[in-house]
């Protein structure tokens, strides 16, 4: 990323005898290539990354860059839409709408497939085991099913470390990040969603307590960019015709319908989708997205819908059960009264205690795990395989504490189920006794919340399975978040809130008429408020899971006490793994502290600009020594008449500029046209991962690093200015609510040059502001302490 600056500096000569060592140094240093900072993310005392040039990706630290939503009002730009025809516009605009379509289908398909697998992958292993346990084999059962589990991880870790580290993890911290300004290498590669896929598949189906919902969230994010840079040249997969959103802003867009299409597919929730994109994905928004990642939403749902009815005549395998609909429990008729509400409080209160408390020891285990992480993908791999096991243990082990059940004379499904799922699995048990802890743990998670949500089961599972049953849900679900294997919170938590929820109900049943599979879905939505911090979208994803809505009053009342609760004690898990991660990520308020500071104080080290004719030799050696990707442009006599403020030109266009060698041998202004002649527009786009062009690919001669080139046809005119005096905290927010990469900061009082420094993202981070101005560090807490 870039630094900025408050001293003024121009290459105007040699620049080995101009710049002092300490300077380069600490431009060097602040661009990411002091290689000592790399293990400064997550490493175990640490709460941030201090120099915001690295960051966690997946498990992988690696360097990152800030992404550039700014329209650059320059020439070419100029001239490109003054010659567009209304018949490109109208193109434009429908490839759009086409995009979206792609995304949904795509995205559908691989949400689909990603059932089918997982249906097929765990249950073909289930009932493997299932059968040797029918046979009284217990031992070979045991080992079956944990040897199949151990591969299955081994398999996921593997491919994750090896191939895609980015891969690893959620996703959901990354994408957020990413729609916010933030990019990383391989963070929305092919690779990465190839890894994202399969290892996801691999990773639920080896039984850890994970979700596959927070991938796909990923997975759709990682199709839209794919489709939104037209392809991969590096795999050979390249479409001429989506090669037209080469900038920031439109792949925003499309980043933003795929994170929605992920949702919506993970969930069978397409309105969820589109309000978790908006309250918790997204950094901006406008009317236009919402219909656009609307539409994309209902696709997937279509897809989804007309894929699972051509499983429900069993043409695939073991999936054909679900729908659109995954845990109805609209059967009971939910009638609640004032002693309900009590009830509600205490789910809420609960949520609140329990999802704070998970996200602290989260914070804990991540911060292990990175030291664990650091050593190499043979080490990620052995953590990997150690939590499989004990996973394994616990699943097969901890339902032989339970007693066996006898069956309900009323049962309407077979009791007990042999088969690959249901409420009555018959475990150790003999004819017509089921094991209500292994109808839990032996059998996918999807499966258990059904069995959790399901109405009319007052009676089906005793007291100490449920508490056993949390408690392994609830410890299991913070150990295995962080593995390298490409794994979701939303399943984890909503198994851990469902139970503790039937619990309640159960406590509390003589004062309520609720059923406990309605307390199961209040226990998930309070759980879900407690850790996630979000209440809208998951209010609606809900109830889209279950088809209920008559809960609509008390989901949101136990959502918004469980929330209220968590945020007194820390910040949803999401905001703080972005944290952990080191992603500088801004929010959307200031800090209180910054409105005691102006924009003048932050800016800092030696600012590098340009004249608008600028010697070849000086501008390569600028790019050479400095990791800047933007650099004032400042005109003096006799360019113009006093010194002048031209714009700002980005690294990227300088190397198309330097490669079309349009040089000339005196310092002599030329129009635009000729400047101009031999590129197109295309050629100043930003290109996909790894196909920019890059210093090293220019071959200057020692001739033409003597002569001069004109930039002011390159250079945006516009740029986004502030005065020196401008709190910080306004120059914060109108930095994130525009999407800038770069904000100019000009002087108040004439005589002075015409600009003091540039503000970026890192200047807004507290460390650095922290670091420039240690006595703040004091003033900050106490003014955290009085709010």
């Known amino acids: 990323m870039e630094t900025s600056s408050n001293h003024h500096y121009r290459w105007d000569g040699d620049i080995e005898s101009s710049v002092d060592d300490s300077s380069v140094g600490m431009s060097l240093g602040r661009n990411g290539s002091d290689l000592s900072e790399l293990r400064e993310p997550l490493v175990r005392k640490r709460t941030m990354n201090t120099t915001s040039q690295i960051a966690i990706i997946g498990a992988n630290v690696c360097p990152i860059e800030s992404l550039d939503y700014e329209i650059v009002e320059n020439d070419i730009f100029k001239q490109d839409w003054r010659s567009r025809q209304k018949n490109q516009i109208y193109q434009y605009v429908v490839l759009k709408w086409f995009l979206a379509l792609l995304i949904g289908l795509l995205t559908g398909l691989v949400g689909f497939f990603n059932n089918m697998a997982v249906e097929n992958i765990a249950g073909f292993k289930l009932l493997l085991t299932s059968e040797l346990m029918l046979k009284h084999r217990y031992v070979l059962a045991f080992f079956t099913y944990v040897g199949c ?33 933030v990019d990383a290498y391989s963070i929305l590669a092919p690779s990465t969603l190839l890894v994202k896929i399969f290892g996801s598949i691999l990773g639920v189906s080896a039984g850890f307590v994970l979700g596959k919902e927070g991938p796909m969230v990923h997975t759709g994010a990682c199709i839209a960019n794919l489709l939104g840079q037209g392809g991969s040249r590096k795999y050979h997969l390249t479409w001429r015709g989506l090669r037209y959103f080469k900038n920031d802003r439109d792949r925003r867009d499309l980043i933003t319908c795929g994170s929605a299409a992920g949702v919506a597919a993970a969930f069978r929730a397409p309105v969820g989708g589109v309000l978790f994109a908006l309250e918790e994905a997204a950094s901006w928004w406008r009317s236009a997205l919402l219909w656009r990642t609307f539409f994309t939403t209902a696709v997937v749902a279509v897809v989804l819908r007309g894929l699972i009815e051509f499983c429900r005549s069993g043409k695939c395998g073991l999936f054909g059960q679900g729908g659109l609909i995954m845990f109805d429990v609209s059967e009971s008729v939910a009638t609640y009264s004032v002693p309900d509400l009590i009830a509600i409080l205490v789910l809420g ?50 339902p032989w504490l339970a007693n066996c059940t006898k069956c309900p004379a009323d049962a309407v499904e077979q009791c007990p189920t042999v088969g690959r799922s249901g409420n009555y699995k018959n475990f150790q048990c003999p004819p017509g006794y ?97 850790t996630m911090r979000m209440t809208v979208s998951v209010c609606v994803i809900l109830l889209e899971l279950t088809n209920d809505l008559l809960m609509l009053p008390l989901v949101m009342l136990v959502l918004l006490i469980s929330k209220t609760i968590a945020d007194s004690f820390n910040k949803g898990v999401y905001d703080q793994i972005v944290v952990m991660k080191g992603l500088p ?91 101009l002649a031999g590129f197109s527009p295309s050629d100043f786009g930003k290109s996909g991962l790894g196909k920019g062009l890059k210093l090293e690919d220019l071959e200057i001669t020692d001739e033409e690093m003597e002569m001069y080139v004109d930039m002011h046809s390159i250079v945006n005119t516009s740029p986004y200015t502030v005065v020196e005096t401008m709190s910080l905290a306004k120059a914060q927010v109108l930095f994130r609510a525009l999407g800038l990469r770069h904000l100019c900061v000009v002087p108040k009082t004439p005589g002075r040059p015409p600009i003091v420094g540039i503000l970026t993202r890192h200047d807004f981070m507290p460390e650095h502001i922290i670091g420039l101005l240690p006595d703040l560090k004091a003033s900050k807490k106490a003014v955290s302490m009085t709010m």
């Open 585 to 675: 990520y801004m929010e959307a308020h200031a800090e209180p502290y910054m409105r005691n500071l102006v924009a003048g104080d932050v800016v800092s080290g030696p600012l590098i600009s340009f004249s608008g004719v600028e010697r070849v030799g000086n501008i390569v050696h600028a790019l050479r020594l400095t990791g800047h990707n933007g650099f004032p442009v400042v005109d003096e006599p006799p360019l113009s008449d006093s010194p002048e403020l031209v714009g700002l030109v980005l690294r990227s266009h300088l190397l198309v500029l330097l490669n079309g060698k349009k040089f000339t041998k005196d310092r002599v202004r030329l129009p635009p046209q000729k400047v």
């Open 434 to 530: 089921y094991n209500g802890l292994a109808s839990l743990f032996f059998n996918t998670n999807d499966d258990a919340i059904r069995n959790l949500f399901k109405a009319g089961t007052q009676n089906e599972f005793h007291m100490s399975s449920l508490f056993i049953f949390f408690t392994a849900i609830y410890c299991l679900g913070i150990i295995t978040y962080g593995i390298a294997v490409p794994s979701g919170l939303f399943i984890p938590v909503i198994l851990a809130g469902a139970t503790y929820g039937r619990i309640v109900g159960t406590i509390l049943g003589s004062i309520t008429d609720l059923d406990p599979g309605l307390f199961a879905l209040l226990g998930a939505a309070s759980f879900l408020g407690g």
């Open 349 to 398: 209160v609960i949520g609140g205690v329990f999802g704070s408390l998970f996200n602290f020891l989260v914070d804990k285990v991540l911060r292990t795990y990175s030291i664990i992480n650091e050593r190499g993908a043979p080490f990620k791999i052995l953590l990997t395989i150690i939590i499989s096991l004990l996973t394994s243990c616990c699943s097969f082990g901890l």
């Open 149 to 181: 589990n151990m591969v299955l991880a081994a398999a996921a870790a593997a491919i994750c470390a090896y191939i895609a580290p980015a891969a690893a993890g959620s996703g959901i911290p990354e994408v957020k990040a990413y729609l916010n300004g």
